[in-house]
């Protein structure tokens, strides 16, 4: 057996710029084993919804993580509304989906940068973003704010798209596809991205499964499971099959984001096509009593809010599990026998959000 | 949106063998979590086949005694457990890894732990 040595990976560290700390055990240059240690800077969030009223905690909900921002907002006002039994105008459904998608693209497009920093490819990288700063455009020009969307809201959403305005977006997402598509191009055909992702990291579909994994991590080990299949918001009316890839290699975790990128464009262009006019928000009263496992799917995969409502004002749980926490122990297993020079872009193929994570 | 949710109370000496039927019928751990109830607290495993939710609840006395870990049987479920145990101060026994309150780099330890004062549920109310 060669010598053993331990590496610490993080919390700091270039590849990832939020705090994550692995204690690499290493047999030469290969990876036998990884450990994790998270909960830096946990910010204990859950346990402030025993102070806030919960019509007011849509607004905590929202800054669990700036990448998602929109889908925690809504994951927590989907709960809060079962638990109430709350009907919201089927508008506010149709937009809660075209809020979904565009986070969903913008954050596809932020992990393509990122992953193309990660193997060195700056140019790739820079285009990337450059195209995730036009679809910021979009959501500043429906929401207001280009992070934090302030948009959803028990019984509802806040603000309407206008329809000359909606017909604008769906104009410039298919110009941008175009765009898009000539970036992913790189991603799917270059030869030096092919060397670093194709057979690296391979997690297989039996492992995903056992492990918890979720999101496009799992559907690139061939699972079709993704929670906008339970038909939440306006998605039961969407024509919609989850996308998946068969190999579970760095490679397909890259094609499976990549080919949901487009797939968000097309559900954004059904959702227009079929919203009705009317309303969108209902006024909500009284109360919650009741609990709820409130399940969407974010960019990363599942998230799941559990609430549990008294009859008061304030909730005696929140409690919410991210995509990121769940998908760890799958890092954990694809890092098992790789090289040390891999695990950068390793630890990226699972999209990690330690914002999230650290609610 | 109404998804239909099944919650089963099982006594916690069940557990693990509740959890083993669940693995051999295909269902993938989702969450394990904790929720205060005053006194004690109950703790959450909920699981999923083909979007069928089922959770499987414990209530349980810290003081009294520990959860036995489902690591055995789901390996994911140390990372949720080390996470209760850090943040509820619930002790579990058997985790395929035990990071003994060291997961959480907490300023406070058990912050989840305290449970809210007579005081804070009326004004509450």
């Known amino acids: 057996m060669a010598k053993r040595t331990i590496v610490p990976f993080g919390p700091q560290h270039p590849v990832l710029p939020e705090p994550i700390h692995l204690d690499l055990i290493l047999e030469d240059e290969r990876v036998v084993e990884a450990v994790p240690t998270i909960g830096f800077v946990h910010r204990g969030l859950e346990k402030l919804i025993e102070k806030r009223d919960y019509q007011d905690f849509v607004y905590v909900a929202e800054r669990i993580c700036g990448i998602c921002s929109f889908i925690h907002g809504l994951t927590y006002c989907l709960g809060i509304e079962e638990i109430m039994k709350v009907q919201v105008p089927q508008r506010a459904q149709y937009l809660r989906v075209i809020w979904s998608e565009l986070s969903r693209i913008h954050s596809h497009l932020l992990w393509l940068g990122l992953m193309a920093d990660a193997f060195g490819f700056e140019s790739l990288f820079m285009h990337s973003w450059r195209m995730r700063e036009k679809i910021l455009d979009i959501i500043e020009e429906t929401a207001g704010g280009r992070v934090i969307f302030g948009s959803a809201k028990v019984g509802g959403v806040r603000r309407d798209i206008a329809s000359a305005k909606l017909q604008e977006i769906i104009r410039k997402l298919n110009e941008y596809a175009k765009e898009i598509k000539e970036i992913s191009d790189v991603f799917i055909r270059d030869s030096s991205v092919k060397h670093r992702l194709c057979g690296v990291g391979v997690l297989t579909k039996e492992d995903a499964y056992k492990l918890g994994a979720v999101g496009p991590t799992l559907r690139a080990s061939g699972i079709s499971q993704d929670m906008r299949k339970l038909g939440y918001a306006a998605y039961k009316e969407i024509d919609l099959e989850p996308i998946i890839a068969a190999e579970g290699d760095s490679y397909s975790r890259c094609k499976v984001r990549i080919s949901e990128i487009f797939q968000s464009v097309d559900i954004i262009g059904q959702a227009a096509a079929k919203m009705p006019e009317g309303p969108i928000e209902i006024k909500v009263t009284g109360s919650p009593s009741g609990e709820f496992f409130s399940r969407t799917e974010q960019p990363r995969g599942e998230v799941v809010y559990y609430l549990k409502a008294n009859g008061t004002n304030f909730l005696d749980r929140f409690r919410v599990r991210t995509p990121t926490f769940s998908n760890l122990a799958a890092l954990l297993k694809l890092l098992q026998g790789c090289e040390l020079a891999d695990v950068p872009v390793l630890i990226l193929t699972i999209d990690p959000c330690v914002s999230c994570t650290e609610r | ?125």
């Open chain 2, 1 to 125: 949106m109404s998804e239909e949710q099944k919650i089963i109370k099982i006594p916690v000496p069940q557990l693990l063998a509740e959890a083993q039927k669940m693995s051999e019928a295909g269902y993938r751990l989702v969450q394990i979590g904790a929720t205060s109830l005053g006194g004690g607290f109950q703790v959450d495993y909920s699981f999923d086949k083909d979007y069928h939710f089922v959770d499987l609840r414990v209530e349980i006395i810290p003081e009294k005694e520990s959860l036995p870990s489902i690591s055995p049987v789901y390996w994911s479920a140390f990372l949720y457990e080390n996470e209760i145990q850090d943040l509820f101060g619930i002790p579990v026994k058997g985790m395929a890894v035990d990071y003994k309150n060291n997961f959480y780099k907490l300023a406070v330890k058990t912050p989840f732990s305290k449970v809210k004062t007579q005081e804070q549920e009326n004004n509450n109310g």
